[in-house]
C-alpha cells in the first residue's frame, strides 16, 4: 500500500517556487482590500490565508471531509486539521443570502470540485455588485487530495468563458510560472516518484545528469518569452461582480 504525502515532494526548490509565488500573490491580493470587507473564503481548508485577513470580516467554508488516511491514492497531506470552521457547507449551496460578501477567495480548490462551474454561479450569487473574486487553481496538477480530485488543471480559457458568462470581468490573470518552470518542478520530483513508484533509487550520474539540465531549464526560464501559454504552475485570477 503506498504512503504518499506532499512532505517528500516539498523538499525540491521547484515546489517551493510554485508554492511561495501563490502565497506572495494571495497575500498581496488581501491585503490591498478595503479594511471592513465581509470575505468568504471558499473552500478554505486548513484557513492557511485568515493571517492575512485581519483587516477583513472573515468567514471560512469548507465541506470537510478530507482524511488522509481515507484513501492511500496519489499524494496525500501527512496530516489536516481544518480547526474551527464558520460554514461546513457543499461550495455549490452555501446557506447564506444573495450578495452576502465583499469579496471571496477561493485559492486550489476548483480541482477537487466535481462541478467548478457551478461554484461560479454560486459565487455569483453570494458576491455583490463591484465585489471581488479571487482564483487560482493549477494549470496541470498530479493526483492530490484524493479521492476529491477530479480535474487536473485549468487553462485561462475555462475563466474567461465562465466568469464572463456568470456576470464577472476579469481583471487580472496572472500565470505562475512559465513551460520552463514547470518541467523542472516535474524534473526535481522523479527521482521522488521513481523510488515510490519503481522502487529503484537514482544514480549519481543520474542525479548529475538531472542537475544539470535543471540549470539549462534555469536558464530558458530566465530568458523566457511567453512559454506560459503552453504551460505553467497555474493562474492568479482576479474578477469584479458586475
Excluded at 497575500?27 to 492557511?48: F, H, N
Excluded at 492511500?72 to 460554514?87: C, N, S
Excluded at 457547507?89 to 477567495?105: G, T, V
Aim: net charge positive; hydrophobic share 35%.
Amino acid at each position: 500500500m503506498k504512503n504518499n504525502n506532499f512532505s517528500s515532494l516539498q523538499k525540491n526548490k521547484d515546489m517551493s517556487l510554485n508554492e511561495q509565488n501563490r502565497i506572495d500573490w494571495v497575500k498581496q491580493t488581501l491585503e490591498s482590500l478595503p479594511k471592513g470587507l465581509r470575505i468568504l473564503d471558499a473552500g478554505a481548508g486548513e484557513q492557511q490565508f485568515k493571517q492575512y485577513c485581519s483587516h477583513l470580516k472573515y468567514v471560512s467554508q469548507d465541506f470537510a471531509q478530507y482524511d488522509p488516511k481515507q484513501i492511500k491514492k496519489g499524494l496525500q497531506m501527512p496530516a489536516w486539521d481544518y480547526g474551527k470552521l464558520d460554514i461546513i457547507s457543499d461550495i455549490n449551496n452555501i446557506p447564506e443570502p444573495n450578495e452576502s460578501f465583499d469579496a471571496i477567495l477561493c485559492t486550489e480548490v476548483f480541482e477537487h470540485i466535481p462541478e467548478p462551474i457551478m461554484a461560479i454561479k454560486e459565487f455569483g450569487r453570494l458576491i455583490k455588485k463591484n465585489g471581488t473574486l479571487i482564483i487560482t487553481a493549477p494549470f496541470c496538477s498530479m493526483t492530490h487530495f484524493a479521492p476529491y480530485h477530479y480535474y487536473s488543471g485549468f487553462n485561462r480559457f475555462f475563466y474567461e468563458k465562465h466568469l464572463l458568462e456568470n456576470s464577472f470581468e476579469i481583471s487580472t490573470i496572472k500565470c505562475n510560472g512559465n513551460y520552463f518552470d514547470y518541467v523542472n518542478q516535474e524534473l526535481s520530483r522523479s527521482p521522488y516518484v521513481g523510488e515510490e513508484y519503481s522502487k529503484i533509487k537514482i544514480t549519481k550520474i543520474e542525479s548529475l545528469a538531472l542537475k544539470i539540465i535543471s540549470k539549462m531549464l534555469l536558464r530558458f526560464s530566465k530568458n523566457d518569452k511567453g512559454s506560459s501559454e503552453l504551460q505553467n504552475f497555474g493562474f492568479h485570477i482576479i474578477a469584479t461582480k458586475k
